[in-house]
T-cell receptor, first 114, second 109 residues
């Protein structure tokens, strides 16, 4: 079955440590996205990538970094510079070709920094 | 004003009740998504709509493109339906999805 995998579902880290969240898709989608959710707020865009080896900052990119070395993988690193890293992180991918439009969401990772 | 507004923000109902959650948006879109998020859990994609109506089990989603409005209905609601329901839209000619803040639904047994 095609889809998006995010692992792990729950992640705990000590303050000051960098942590990398995994996002893998086997949908052959060009575009991938990372979002963050805080209590009482909608999901906000951190970074996105429209093609391999290219990515752009979203609305709240500070304290995060990404890479897109392979089409199927878009890992997100939460660095120690991120002041409030505890949140729910959602990965998504998208393919749009003419009138065809396909959007998939991963299950998410809940990160808690202690 | 948010580009995607959901109502109500919170909803508590008795088991068996018919539930309606609304989503209004202000931009032209190519598609709208309904997502479900259980407490402490991940996101499940329920529907993607570009027109009309879709049904899956006890869930029904409708969209009116002209009125920029969508509704998610749950028939014969059950405590396991308790979750946050999120509306998200894909604007035309923009690959960034816009999410609503979600509707927290609590079904009492």
């Amino acid at each position: 079955d095609g889809g998006i995998t995010q692992s792990p579902k729950y992640l705990f880290r000590k303050e000051g440590q960098n942590v990398t969240l995994s996002c893998e898709q086997n949908l052959n989608h060009d575009a991938m996205y990372w979002y963050r959710q805080d209590p009482g707020q909608g999901l906000r865009l951190i970074y996105y990538s429209q093609i391999v080896n290219d990515f752009q900052k979203g609305d709240i990119a500070e304290g995060y970094s990404v890479s897109r070395e392979k089409k199927e993988s878009f890992p997100l690193t939460v660095t120690s510079a991120q002041k409030n890293p505890t949140a729910f992180y959602l990965c998504a991918s998208r393919e749009e070709r003419g009138s065809y439009n396909e959007q998939f969401f991963g299950p998410g990772t809940r990160l808690t920094v202690l | 004003k948010n580009e995607v507004e959901q109502s109500p923000q919170n909803l508590t109902a008795q088991e068996g009740e018919f539930i309606t959650i609304n989503c209004s948006y202000s931009v032209g879109i190519s598609a709208l998504h309904w997502l479900q998020q259980h407490p402490g859990g991940g996101i499940v994609s329920l529907f993607m709509l570009s027109s009309g109506k879709k049904k899956h089990g006890r869930l029904i989603a409708t969209i009116n493109i002209q009125e920029k409005h969508s509704s998610l209905h749950i028939t014969a609601s059950h405590p396991r339906d308790s979750a946050v329901y999120i509306c998200a839209v894909q604007p035309h000619r923009d690959d960034k999805i816009i999410f609503g803040k979600g509707t927290r639904l609590h079904i009492l047994p």
